[in-house]
């Protein structure tokens, strides 16, 4: 794994969640800046504490059930939020905030990310088929890669845990992007969570923890900004 300029797979799905810790959209092309995916994670629901809503508590975080319910998506550069009913909502409505409040039950609003990221660790996260198949086994079905909620899935014939030999390796995606892989992503009660048809499935994070040190893919920064389209080559540096 330590060839240079070796070919390790081509972008299967590239997805971007407009607001934090709840669904998103696929995309077939997006654009990197030097935050990470244009409009990634770039909006939270934040309650009265002044927490942002996420799977888990924290300093910063407070966990609301069912934020999988919802999506977001942009309209050019609007963005929109589906509601359970399937309703939609601009984001520059404030309409919005009143319609969040009523279905979660408490006062909420949509906020845009300020001085400090609402990312958890990094701004790019990663994943490979290869991973997901060894997960796969391990797990005795097939586990889906939305449970990730990975920017990027890599489709690659290579097997094993692939991403833990490209700490520190900076891999170029397409003819512009270069990331840096920084460190694996460590994961949370999330993966678990029951979205769109899939089902709560304690046994994801549970063998991740047993086996995995709770991680699953990395997360890279970015170092050359560009774009990335479905089907591009990903070259390890």
Not at 75 to 95: F, H, K, Q, V, W
Request: glycine share 8%.
């Amino acid at each position: 794994m330590n060839n240079k300029n070796e070919l390790i797979g081509r972008v299967k799905e590239i997805h971007r969640f407009p607001v934090k810790s709840i669904l998103g959209e696929s995309l077939s092309e997006v654009s990197i800046d030097n935050r990470g995916l244009c409009g990634d994670r770039l909006w939270a629901i934040k309650n009265s504490n002044g927490k942002f809503g996420s799977g888990k508590t924290t300093r910063r975080f407070q966990k609301i059930d069912g934020l999988f319910n919802y999506r977001a998506r942009y309209e050019d550069n609007t963005l929109i939020i589906t509601m359970p009913d399937g309703s939609d909502y601009r984001g520059d409505n404030n309409a919005v905030n009143e319609v969040l409040t009523d279905w979660l039950g408490f006062q909420v609003t949509l906020a845009q990310e300020e001085s400090i990221s609402h990312f958890d660790e990094g701004p790019i996260s990663i994943i490979t088929t290869s991973s997901l198949r060894m997960l796969s086994q391990e797990l005795g079905e097939p586990v889906d890669p939305r449970r990730f909620r990975a920017n990027f899935l890599i489709d690659t014939e290579s097997t094993g845990y692939l991403e833990e030999y490209w700490v520190d390796r900076l891999i170029k995606i397409g003819p512009t992007v270069a990331l840096r892989v920084v460190a694996p992503l460590q994961r949370c009660v999330m993966v678990n969570n029951a979205q769109e048809e899939l089902k709560q499935d304690v046994r994801v994070l549970r063998n991740l923890v047993n086996n995995h040190n709770a991680t699953f893919g990395v997360w890279a920064k970015v170092e050359r900004n560009g774009e990335v389209n479905v089907g591009d080559d990903i070259i390890l540096q």
